[in-house]
């Protein structure tokens, strides 16, 4: 399913859309209603430095998140903890992490890299809850084959925060590496990456358009394949 894309021309280099303050309260109340439907703890990890522009926006975001979701036995259901640079250089080495902000669940099997505001809130909400509620929503034979993959493949999914349709890519992708996580294997991780904050990434595979896919830094797919046709690729990858 190919829907259209939505053209990255490098040149444009502003971020359009970060949050500037709290989120509002519409936007509150929905991830309030959302949160309150958590089953099991996730916890997120969000990787800062100093040099980073986007760290305090991004860990502003994910505190309200934090915020947001519903307690039990005294914890909240979603929890931050935020690791500093230079500080955890090994823990962010051991999770593949080499740019911040970067937040990370599942021992770095699913990361984001940059802020993920305007359209990829939609895609870590999505993320969390399904990992929540420990259910990928795949289909049962790409659960077959992930569990069966024997080998290593790296996602990067290339993403701008006003692109309607990433967030259905970033989903696919990370719950690929979700039942690849609970399978035991690890063998599949996801990154979505900002095109805005990381324009040479983009520009190193010669990305004008998203959403993208990049299977193991080779294989590129332009727009929002089918969940069996990007199943095929990395299993031929």
């Known amino acids: 399913m190919n829907c259209e894309e939505q053209k990255y021309t490098p040149l444009d280099r502003e971020h359009p859309m970060v949050p500037g303050g709290d ?10 209603e959302t949160f309150a439907e958590m089953k099991d703890p996730v916890e997120l990890l969000l990787f800062v430095s100093d040099r980073c522009y986007y760290c305090t926006e991004t860990e ?26 230079p500080q955890h250089a090994e823990l962010a080495k051991r999770y593949g992490v080499m740019r911040t902000p970067a937040t990370v669940l599942l021992e770095g099997a699913i990361k ?34 992930v569990r069966s993959l ?9 993403v701008t925060p006003a692109c309607p349709y990433c967030p259905y890519v970033v989903v696919l992708a990370n719950m690929l590496a979700y039942e690849s996580y609970v399978a035991g294997n690890k063998n599949i991780t996801a990154c979505t990456i ?6 040479d990434i983009a520009d190193r595979y010669g990305i004008f358009s998203v959403p993208a896919i990049v299977i193991n830094s080779r294989d590129i797919i332009v727009g929002l394949p089918y969940e069996r046709d990007l199943i095929e690729r990395i299993v031929k990858e």
Do not use: C, Y
């Open 112 to 145: 984001w890299i940059g802020i993920p505001s305007g359209e990829e809130i939609r895609s870590l909400v999505e993320t969390i809850m399904r990992i929540s509620e420990g259910e990928s929503g795949l289909e049962s034979e790409t659960k077959r084959i």
């Open 23 to 32: 989120l509002d309260e519409h936007v509150r109340e929905a991830l309030k």
């Open 194 to 199: 900002e095109a805005f904050e990381n324009p």
């Open 150 to 158: 024997s080998r290593k493949v790296s996602l990067e999914v290339i």
């Open 60 to 85: 502003k975001l994910l505190k309200q998140f934090e915020e947001l979701s519903p307690a039990a036995n005294g914890r909240k259901k979603l929890t931050l903890k935020v690791l500093e640079l």
